[in-house]
Each structure stands twice: as structure tokens, then as C-alpha cells.
């Protein structure tokens, strides 16, 4: 049964095509790493813990519920600072899906013959995971780029814990804790992230379109041919503001502001119904217009270190939203608007003379990273727990009277200093 249930994944690895010559692991070691793993683990396991089930008394059959999260990696354009949806697999139900943050769920009923070997691997990685520890500590993974990483979900019986794998350390944490991983855990976890992307990019894509159009660094040049523009890049640019004609740019999907000398936006921005991607940090940006939350298609809003005094309520209806920076600036308050930011992974709210925690924030149901330091609040809201996702929240710790509590319910999440 366990060779059946490689061989299954191996077919659905040539369907889906993940062979990548970029990467310095090749198809052949897959191949050869998925005929091991199960006959490796089997084994390790059956030693491993034939003496942890020997003590149970009770041996009932529990009904396990796998969640696996897994971030980075997926194909957008870096160098349009576009951000990435949390992907969200759930492969033990009866109806196994994909969910895209928490606007999309796609059914993956093409892959039933295949998730067995899925869960099979998921399982007894996470059993191999607590075996070196029960506790909720992260694991690193030098095969994964800095930002991927791969979590375990696992429910029994209401008791949730969470493991994750991540390709990034952060070194001068010294409360954290990273565990090191065995050999064939590098190469599992690894290949359990590249499978489980490769679905979702076979599944859904939100990418930049740029096939047949041009990136432009003139408002006028743009508006010559203004339906050919996918991208208009004013960096460094000295104009202290930009046309309403930039609403005639209809294909338009990223505008690059930053480190210019642009103090607004003109409400007709409303018109670039296409734009996924505001790039406007260090620029000279003083007020947004409300129509900015008419961008129904906007992923990432970049507006760090700028000289906001206040965010428009209506950036609250882009549902959307991804990413979403506006840190560094001189907003003292977050719009309770905010809340109905489902989708958003991360949020940076730092060094902002924020004096109270922004309730909506407990709302953000997928936000995975989270920065709040540079403000005079001393304490954050038990409530922060119930962010299942959350991944780490950057704050001042000193300040904060009740980060030993918050630390001690959320052990799956990193507090890291900012002091």
C-alpha cells in the first residue's frame, strides 16, 4: 500500500510538472527520496514510539485534522513587490481543499488518489517532529528560501498544536528557539512545500500581466498609448503630485512612487481598476484619497516612512489587501475599518505614535506577521490569541506589562524585540 501510494505521487509530481532546473535538488533525488521516506519512516517510527504507545492505557482511534500552511515560493514577481496569499491546506477532511487566505476555496478532488501519500507523509513528519520535542518550537530548513515556510496544523480532539518550518532564522532572538532537523526531515519538509505550491500554482494564479505591455517612467509617455502600461514607475521622480489623467491607464497594475517627492494622489487613481501593487514608501505622501478603497483588485499598499497623518476608513473595503505598510509615519489612530481585512498576511503598524492597541487588528483572521513597536502601548489584548495563524508579532518588549502572560498562551508565536 505505502509503494501504491508513492507511486501515485510520483505521476502527480510529472503532472504537475515541478521539475526545476533552478533548484540545486533535481527530480531524480525526489524520486528516489519518495521511494525512501515512507520505508524509512515506517521503521523509525515502529522503534520510536512502540514505547510511547506501550504506556497508553486507553488505545482508541482519534480523528485527526491537518492543516498545513505554507507561505513563499509561490510564482509572483519580486521585483514588483507583490506579496503572496497564505496558503491554506486542508487534506483530512472528507473533502480536501486549497483555500486562498480567506476569499477562494478550491476543491481538490483531481487529487484524491494522491492525498493518502499526503497526509501519510504530513503525519509521520509531525510525529517525527515531536518526537524531538512536544512543545511548539520551529524548525529550521536550509533548502528553503528565506521566506518559505511550511506549518503543521494538527486538531485531536479540540487540543490544536502547531509546528513550523521555516527557511529563515532570526539569529539575535535569543528566547527563540530553532530544533535541527534529520537529514531526511530537510528533504521531506522541503518537498512537501514545493508539492503543495505547485498545486496551488496549477490551481489558481494572481499574477502581474505584462504580455504585450510596457512599464513606463513619464505620466506622459504613459498616456500616449495609455491602454499598452501595466506598470508606471516614478521612483525618485521631483513632482509634488500626479495627473487625474492617470486614471486613462486601464491596464495599469503597479505604480511605483517611492522615495519621489509626491505629497498626493489624485482621487481619479480610483479609475486604475487593474492596480495590484502601490509601491510608496519614503515618498513625500502626506494624504491618501478615500477612492484608494474603490481598488478591488489592490494586493500590496506600501506607505512606510512616508508623512501620513491619518489612513482613509475606506482602505478597509479593499478585501483584497495582502500587505499592508504604513509604518514610520505619524498616525496616531487605525480605523476600526480595518477589521474587515480578512486576507491580510502582513500588517505594519511601527514606529506610528499609536497610544492605544487597534481592536480591528483582532480581527485579521490571516494575518501571519505583525510589527507594532515604536508607540507608547503597554499592553496588547488576550484576544490576539485567537489569530490562528499568527506568526510572529515585532514589538517593544520592555513595554509591553503583559508579554510574559501573552508569551506563555501563544507559544507558537514569536515575540521578537524592537527595543
Not at 38 to 56: A, H, P, V
Not at 124 to 138: G, R, T
Not at 169 to 186: G, H, M, T, W
Not at 208 to 222: G, M, P, V, W
Request: charged content about 25%.
Amino acid at each position: 500500500m505505502q509503494l501504491a501510494h508513492t507511486l501515485e505521487l510520483n505521476k502527480q509530481l510529472l503532472k504537475l510538472k515541478i521539475i526545476n532546473k533552478k533548484r540545486k535538488i533535481q527530480y531524480g533525488l525526489l524520486l528516489i527520496l519518495l521511494f525512501s521516506i515512507i520505508g524509512f519512516y515506517s521503521i523509525q517510527n515502529e522503534e520510536d514510539l512502540s514505547q510511547k504507545q506501550s504506556n497508553e492505557i486507553e488505545k482508541t482511534e482519534e480523528i485527526e485534522h491537518y492543516e498545513v500552511l505554507v507561505t513563499g515560493g509561490f510564482n509572483m514577481d519580486a521585483n514588483l513587490s507583490y506579496s503572496v496569499p497564505l496558503l491554506k491546506f486542508n487534506l483530512t477532511d472528507s473533502l480536501p481543499n486549497l483555500q486562498i487566505g480567506s476569499e477562494k476555496t478550491i476543491q481538490l478532488s483531481e487529487y484524491d488518489s494522491m492525498i493518502p501519500s499526503m497526509i501519510q507523509l504530513i503525519k509521520l513528519l509531525n510525529d517525527n517532529l515531536n518526537l524531538k520535542n512536544s512543545e511548539p518550537y520551529h524548525f529550521y530548513n536550509p533548502l528553503l528560501r528565506a521566506s518559505e515556510s511550511i506549518d503543521f496544523i494538527k486538531t485531536t480532539k479540540g487540543k490544536t498544536e502547531r509546528k513550523q518550518i521555516s527557511g529563515h532564522r532570526f539569529i539575535n532572538e535569543k528566547d527563540i528557539r530553532y530544533l535541527e532537523l534529520d537529514s531526511i526531515d530537510v528533504k521531506i519538509s522541503y518537498l512537501l512545500h514545493y508539492f503543495l505550491v505547485s498545486i496551488a500554482e496549477k490551481e489558481w494564479q494572481d499574477t502581474i500581466s505584462t504580455h504585450r505591455l510596457r512599464e513606463e517612467y513619464s505620466l506622459t509617455k504613459a498616456l500616449k498609448n495609455p491602454e499598452s502600461v501595466y506598470k508606471l514607475n516614478l521612483r525618485r521622480k521631483r513632482i509634488d503630485s500626479i495627473s487625474p489623467e492617470i486614471g486613462k491607464l486601464k491596464n495599469l497594475e503597479v505604480l511605483i512612487i517611492s522615495g519621489s517627492t509626491v505629497k498626493f494622489l489624485p482621487k481619479e487613481i480610483e479609475e486604475c481598476k487593474n492596480l495590484k501593487s502601490i509601491i510608496a514608501h519614503s515618498s513625500k505622501l502626506e494624504e491618501l484619497p478615500a477612492t484608494l478603497g474603490n481598488l478591488k483588485n489592490l494586493r500590496t499598499l506600501k506607505l512606510g516612512n512616508c508623512n501620513l497623518k491619518s489612513i482613509p476608513k475606506e482602505i478597509g473595503n479593499i478585501e483584497s489587501l495582502w500587505h499592508l505598510s504604513i509604518g514610520n509615519n505619524n498616525i496616531t489612530s487605525v480605523p476600526k475599518e480595518l477589521s474587515k481585512l480578512k486576507n491580510l498576511t502582513w500588517l505594519d503598524l511601527s514606529d506610528n505614535p499609536l497610544e492605544e492597541f487597534p481592536d480591528c487588528v483582532l480581527q485579521m483572521e490571516n494575518l501571519k506577521r505583525f510589527w507594532i513597536f515604536g508607540n507608547s502601548i503597554n499592553e496588547i489584548p488576550f484576544e490576539i490569541k485567537n489569530l490562528k495563524y499568527l506568526d510572529h508579532i515585532r514589538l517593544n518588549k520592555t513595554n509591553v506589562i503583559n508579554i510574559d502572560s501573552l508569551s506563555s498562551i501563544m507559544p507558537e508565536v514569536m515575540f521578537l524585540h524592537n527595543d
